[in-house]
């Protein structure tokens, strides 16, 4: 593979994927709504000479073909948060969305997925420009819906691996509130499993003078949520990492009635499936013992996503390290362990057995970083990653990634800069 070492974009290269960047960050959209992110993206890989297609709705597939060679999967996410953005950008998002229980929120790209669409657009127009040292075929899958962990799936059901070459690796990346200029990857396990749920508990309504009529959902789920809290502390071998959050809790109108249910929701983090298993039968049995143990009915549970663990292949995170450590130096390079973060990345590659590796690479310069205590993380309303270093740093491993398999030698992507 060739030496990118010194990669550097040229003026209009870089004024390029900034406007990209900008254009992205400035128009967000709702998980599995995200049409309008679908036909830009659309338009601008027809414009490079890719083949394009749509997949799991509003998932778009690109593939660049080049001849004879390994085939490469490289995968961005698409979809946007309900946030209102505090950034005080002047490329800040003021669009809103609606949710799926009709709901109207303002929407933001506050975990970087526009960052990731900036990246693999720019790195599909320079590989697409520079067909003579590199050869094989990249399959550039813009996903939809990662937040709800709907997208994954969606495009594997619309016939994802029957419609698009099949990789034999496939790549992503995420930005991550770090150095900028750095990347945070492991080897196996890179990220959680996750499962939200939410839970409707049914009692009796009745008058705030009148208790003994009623059965009081909000004392019986609050004692729901109270007993929840040990199952790691108590049911979960200390050296097994677990994560119970209740998310939500609402019930009652009024302070003189008490209500007829309550809802509330949770989410649960685990690395391991025998830890998984554990927690999961110790909310169902705790939700249920506490409503009998108040003559309420049986709660209902529902699921709301569920994220399968992250997984690295250790031979191929292995690989790209020592790729990654050459182009932008060891000191930049970190080996970690992995995050109680979930992805549903991983299932792209598991639908047909192919490796996979996903890694975080920084979004904060030095200045920002100690200028901030701390710096606002993902999934904050002021979360702005610095544009550069980030998203040529970003381009760089993407790229890094893809040459090491498909590049011809390591004079590889001499042309345009690259």
Same mark, same amino acid.
């Given at each position: 593979m060739r030496n990118i070492v010194d990669f550097e974009l040229n003026e209009q290269q870089e004024a390029r994927m900034h406007d990209l960047y900008r254009r992205l960050h400035s128009s967000p959209e709702l998980s599995m709504q995200e049409s309008r992110?679908?036909?830009?993206?659309?338009?601008?890989?027809?414009? *490079?000479?890719?083949?394009?297609? #749509?997949?799991?709705?509003? /998932?778009?597939?690109?593939?660049l073909r080049n001849g004879e060679g390994p085939v490469v999967g490289y995968r961005a996410d698409m979809d946007a948060l309900p946030i209102r953005e505090e950034t005080g950008l002047d490329y800040a998002s003021s669009v809103t969305g609606t949710l799926p229980d009709g709901t109207q929120v303002p929407v933001m790209h506050g975990c970087g997925h526009d960052t990731h669409m900036s990246v693999a657009l720019m790195a599909a127009e320079l590989l697409s420009g520079t067909k003579t040292d590199w050869a094989g075929t990249i399959v550039f899958i813009f996903q939809p819906g990662e937040e709800t962990a709907a997208g994954a799936k969606a495009m594997l059901n619309d016939g994802l691996w029957e419609k698009a070459p099949n990789p034999q690796v496939i790549y992503g990346q995420h930005v991550w509130p770090i150095l900028s200029g750095t990347v945070n990857i492991s080897t196996g396990t890179a990220m959680a499993m996750a499962d939200s749920?939410?839970?409707?508990?049914?009692?009796r309504q009745a008058h705030g003078s009148q208790p003994d009529q009623s059965i009081d959902p909000i004392v019986l789920a609050a004692h729901m949520v109270i007993r929840i809290q040990t199952i790691v502390a108590r049911e979960v071998p200390p050296m097994k990492p677990a994560v119970v959050t209740i998310g939500t809790f609402h019930g009652g109108l009024k302070e003189n009635i008490i209500p007829a249910k309550v809802e509330f929701t949770l989410n649960v983090r685990t690395f391991d499936d025998d830890v998984r298993a554990t927690v999961l039968d110790a909310l169902r049995r705790i939700i249920s013992a506490e409503a009998a143990a108040s003559k309420a009915p049986e709660p209902i549970i529902e699921e709301i996503s569920n994220f399968p663990r992250c997984y690295n292949d250790p031979a191929a995170a292995k690989a790209l390290i020592e790729e990654f450590q #050459?182009?932008?130096?060891?000191?930049?390079?970190?080996?970690?362990?992995?995050? *109680? /973060?979930?992805?549903?990345?991983?299932?792209?590659?598991?639908?047909?057995?192919?490796?996979?590796?996903?890694? *975080?690479?920084?979004a904060y310069t030095q200045d920002r970083l100690e200028s901030h205590d701390p710096v606002p993380g993902n999934h904050s309303p002021s979360f702005a990653p610095d544009i550069e270093p980030t998203l040529t740093t970003g381009l760089k491993l993407a790229m890094t990634a893809i040459l090491s398999k498909t590049g011809k030698s390591s004079e590889a992507g001499a042309e345009h800069g690259i």
């Open positions: 992110t679908a036909e830009f993206l659309e338009h601008e890989l027809e414009a *490079m000479g890719l083949e394009v297609f #749509r997949c799991g709705g509003t /998932g778009v597939v690109g593939t749920w939410k839970v409707t508990v049914h009692g #050459r182009v932008i130096g060891d000191t930049a390079v970190f080996e970690v362990p992995p995050v *109680m /973060g979930s992805e549903d990345f991983g299932v792209l590659a598991e639908a047909i057995g192919v490796p996979s590796v996903y890694w *975080m690479f920084g």
